[in-house]
Structure formats: C-alpha cells, structure tokens
C-alpha cells in the first residue's frame, strides 16, 4: 500500500501515488469546517428537541415550545383586534351619523377604508373609485341603490344580481333584441333619453321624433327610471337625467344598451367581510364622495 | 471518527451502501409521511370535484403558465390572513394534481378567489388587465374568449385524475363533454345534467358573457370562480377561534 511520506514544502503527508514524477497531497480538511460542521449539528438536535420537527405517522414530535404556526397567525388576529378594538367597539355600537360627527373616528375609517377598499373594491371600481365602463363611478352623487351609508352598507353586504339569497336584483331588458321595440322606436327612445341630461341634442332631432321618443319612454322605461326619469333606487335604475353614465352617454352606447340590456353584477360580500368591515366602507365611501363633491 | 470515511473510501460496496444509505433520507423524510396521509390531512366530507369544464379552465392556467406570477396557498401569517382570507389548509388541494401553490406572487394569491368579482370583470381583465386595473403589468390573454375549447379528451383527463384518487363517477365521465357544454349554457337540457351530476351549488353561467359558444375564455373563469370554494373547511377553525 501507500509509502508514508511528508511533503518538505507543506509539511503535509502525501497520498503515496506517483505519476510521473508528480505526487499528490493529503491535505488535511480544516478545523474550522469541522467546528462548523459540529456546531450546525448540535443547532439541528437542539432545534428537533424545541421545535415540531420529526414525522411520526399519523402524529408529529411537537417540541418542547409547543409552537404550533396556527395558534400563532390566529392568535395575532385576535390581538390585532383588541387593540382595534378601542376604536372598532364604537364603530360597531354607534350610528353612522354619530360616527360621522366624531372627526378622529372618521380619520381611523379613512385609513382603514381605504386599505379595505384597495384590497376588495378597486380591482373593479378603480383605485380612485371612479369606476370604468360597466363598473360605476363611487365618488358621484349617482347611486343606483341609495348613496346613504345604510343602503351602500346593505349594497355590499347583498350584492347585485348575485349569489345571495337576499341579493338587489335588476335588470335592463334587451328591448331591441327581444323585439319590445321597433329599431326606430329603439332610436327615438335613445334620443329623447340623451335629451334628458343634453338639452342640445333637441336641436339636432325633429320634434315628432322626440315626441314619439318621449311616448316610447313613457311606456316602457318609466317603472324602473322614474317618471321624471331621475332614477329608482328600491328598483336600481340609474338617473338618466344626470351625467354620469355606467356604459357610456354617447349615441352608440346607449343604442347598445337599449338594444341588447344590461345586468351588472356586484358579488355578496358578507361571506368575505365582517360587518365591522362592511360598516367602514360604507363610511368611507359616504365620506369619499362627500370630500370630491 | 475522522478516519471512518477514509478508511470507507476503500471498501466499494461498503461505500456505495453508505451513500445509499445517506441519499434516501432526504426521500425518506418527504415520502414516509404520505402514507398516513389519509389520517394527517383534515376532513372535508362533502369536498365537491372539478367539474369538467373547471377541469378545462385548471388545464388552460398550467398551460398560459398563472402559477408562475399567482400563488394559491394563503400562509399562516397575520398580514396574508387579513388580506386574502383564512389560510389554506392541506385538504383544499386533495383533488388538485399537480397542485398549484405556487412560490412566487408577482400578482395577488388566487386561493380565495372564487366569487370575489364578477364574471364579466374576469372576462374584461383576462381580455385587457388595463381596462379594468390601469397600474397592472399582467399580460393580456384576449385570444381565450376567441379560442374554441377543446373537449373530446376532457373525460379522459378525468380517468386519468380518477386514477390518482379523484371520485369522478363513470356517470360522470362518460358526460364530460356535455357538461363541459351545459354549464355555460344556462337554461339547455346540458346544463341540468351539470347540476345532477355536480351538486346545486355549481355555478351554471354564460362566464364569458356569450352563452352558445364554449370557448377557452369560459372555462378558465369558471375555474377561477371555484378557487377556494370546493370546502368551506377552510373557514372552520377561523368561525371556531371568534375570528
């Protein structure tokens, strides 16, 4: 076997092998991987000892801090509410006008709102609330179901058009599609209903036809958006009278809309908020509005 | 102690033993667990399956590569609890395979998705995410709602999922184009079969807003409808700890 010798440069031994002259060293491995190596390991047994770590079939070794990730997450939930609850307790035993006269109050609702609203509104009302096409616009004094903080808090508890059984349900018929109107009735009804928020639009509009528009209107569109066309909220029909439009104000679109209906949908959100949380955005929203107005 | 591997190093079946020995515990650790599966993982007893249009829509997620920006697994930390909902638990991804946890969120965690926006905001956002959330850098994927979806080997991904421990029926499976079909075409003789075969629950909708025609755009919101929505157990030890 090998022939024991020390190499006179590094004091090392050699392995004993020869290649051609060439001889191969046996450096040692350092101390310090080896101290290393002993200490990682004497971290591991003491971590197995403390904290869950070793399978054991249908059980675990749990350690001897019990530390369970579960308790911890819902631990702090639960204290994060206690200390909300300074404030939150009033929230949810207070009406939203008390609520409303307390200006620190309505600065935690601020905060809060926003952040809740960021989390769960603005994906489709936008960032600013200001809506897009289909998505209505949440800072205008334009609410389909009410714009008090009851009837929005109800709103987002329900849904519209959604999976809960108590949910808001409305509808714009297809009047053009399900042949309930004539194409030229579907085109007067949409100028006399673009008259409404423009008066220039008569101008341009022979007034037979607005009349005939005005009757087509009083027959079919009057139960959902008023006699005054200003809009239902028991019913969720939009005031027609106002500039602010979900699908657009233009000709076109409301052409579209008369032609082929509309169902907007809101999801429930009672399942996915608590009331505390409901409560909060309704005020933020009331007072969102109340600052852009 | 120090010599053992030098002395080991000599004695080839000796060491080819030791590394062996050595390399199947890290397998050991990770397999040995899943034999008691069955009784480690929580309960779900009335767990509801993919349906095989939700099935379609899983499949169109792996391919266009969402697990690789979108997480489904909620942690057990504070901030993802308040945020997205109760943490995922083992069990809500029984009948996933592959599962798709994901470990990377360039956008949002998708676990707790299912009914938290509109259809039609699905379809807008899938089609532009602009439109609907201007800061967005999601990519668009508007060739979905103009692809037709493909469903002839639809119950055959359900065999081969049933073969893995998914409880399809032959029912089932031998429906799988039909319902793919019927559960976005409300009111067809299709879509009372979905119904029968799935549960009431299910969500029977035109998800791409055109009922008629069954394209990739339906069945990819109807899974992202689903997420999270197959068991409630997930909401159980949140409703038990007050929360």
């Known amino acids: 076997m090998a022939v024991e010798e020390r190499d006179p440069y590094t004091g090392h031994m050699t392995t004993g092998h020869e290649w051609n002259g060439i001889k191969e060293l046996?450096?040692?491995?350092?101390?310090?991987?080896f101290f290393f190596l002993i200490v990682t390991a004497l971290f591991s047994v003491g971590y197995w000892i403390l904290m869950p770590a070793w399978p054991l079939g249908v059980t675990y070794t749990k350690g001897l801090l019990g530390i369970d990730q579960r308790n911890i997450v819902t631990e702090s939930v639960k204290q994060a509410a206690v200390e909300r609850g300074v404030w939150t307790s009033r929230i949810e035993a207070e009406s939203f006008k008390d609520i409303?006269?307390?200006?620190?109050?309505?600065?935690?609702?601020?905060?809060?709102?926003r952040t809740l609203f960021g989390d769960n509104c603005a994906a489709c009302h936008g960032s600013n609330a200001r809506g897009g096409h289909g998505f209505p616009n949440l800072t205008t004094a334009s609410w389909l179901w009410g714009g008090d903080p009851e009837s929005i808090a109800e709103t987002i508890r329900v849904g519209i058009n959604s999976t809960h059984p108590q949910t808001r349900t409305s509808q714009m018929m297809a009047f053009g599609r399900d042949q309930m109107l004539k194409k030229d009735e579907v085109e007067n009804v949409v100028n006399y209903v673009r008259s409404?928020?423009?008066?220039?639009?008569?101008?341009?509009?022979?007034?037979?036809?607005?009349?005939?528009?005005?009757?087509?209107f009083a027959a079919n569109c009057v139960a959902c958006h008023g006699d005054d066309a200003k809009g239902k909220t028991d019913l969720g029909g939009p005031d027609l009278t106002d500039r602010f439009w979900i699908y657009g104000g233009d000709a076109e679109?409301?052409?579209t809309t008369v032609w082929g209906g509309r169902q907007g949908q809101m999801p429930s959100w009672e399942g996915r908020l608590s009331p505390l949380d409901r409560k909060i955005l309704a005020l933020y929203l009331f007072d969102l509005r109340r600052e852009q107005r | 102690?120090?010599?053992?591997?030098?002395?080991?190093?000599?004695?080839?079946?000796?060491?080819?033993?030791?590394?062996?020995?050595?390399?199947?515990?890290?397998?050991?650790?990770?397999?040995?667990?899943?034999?008691?599966?069955?009784q480690t993982v929580e309960d779900a007893p009335n767990m509801r399956v993919y349906t095989p249009l939700e099935i379609a829509g899983r499949n169109i997620y792996i391919r266009e590569g969402c697990y690789a920006c979108h997480s489904q697994m909620i942690r057990t930390l504070r901030d993802e609890v308040e945020r997205y909902g109760?943490?995922?638990?083992?069990?809500?991804?029984?009948?996933?395979?592959?599962?798709?946890?994901?470990?990377k969120r360039t956008g949002p965690d998708l676990a707790r998705m299912g009914n938290k926006y509109s259809d039609e905001w699905h379809v807008r956002h899938l089609n532009n995410p602009r439109d609907v959330v201007p800061e967005s850098v999601m990519p668009h994927y508007s060739w979905l709602g103009r692809t037709e979806l493909r469903s002839e080997d639809l119950g055959r991904h359900m065999v081969a999922l049933r073969r893995v421990g998914v409880p399809y029926t032959d029912d089932m499976i031998a429906n799988a184009r039909s319902d793919a079909y019927g559960q976005a075409?409300?009111?067809?003789?299709?879509?009372?079969?979905?119904?029968?075969r799935y549960g009431a629950a299910t969500n029977v909708r035109a998800f791409d807003g055109k009922p008629g025609n069954l394209t990739e755009l339906d069945a990819l919101v109807?899974?992202?409808?689903?997420?999270?929505?197959?068991?409630?157990?997930a909401h159980k030890p949140v409703a038990a700890a007050g929360g």
Not at chain 2, 17 to 25: D, E, F, K, R, T
Not at chain 2, 223 to 232: E, F, H, R, S, V
């Open chain 1, 26 to 33: 046996n450096t040692p491995v350092p101390r310090a991987v």
């Open chain 1, 100 to 113: 409303q006269a307390d200006p620190r109050l309505m600065e935690r609702v601020r905060q809060t709102g």
């Open chain 1, 196 to 216: 409404l928020s423009d008066p220039a639009v008569a101008k341009d509009v022979p007034a037979a036809k607005m009349e005939a528009g005005k009757a087509v």
């Open chain 1, 253 to 255: 679109s409301i052409t």
């Open chain 2, 1 to 38: 102690m120090f010599n053992l591997h030098y002395r080991l190093e000599r004695k080839t079946i000796g060491f080819l033993l030791a590394i062996i020995g050595v390399a199947s515990i890290g397998g050991a650790v990770e397999i040995i667990p899943l034999f008691t599966i069955h």
């Open chain 2, 86 to 103: 109760p943490y995922s638990l083992a069990v809500e991804s029984k009948y996933d395979h592959p599962m798709l946890w994901g470990s």
């Open chain 2, 185 to 196: 075409a409300p009111d067809t003789p299709f879509a009372e079969g979905v119904t029968k």
């Open chain 2, 222 to 233: 109807a899974y992202l409808q689903i997420l999270g929505k197959l068991t409630d157990a």
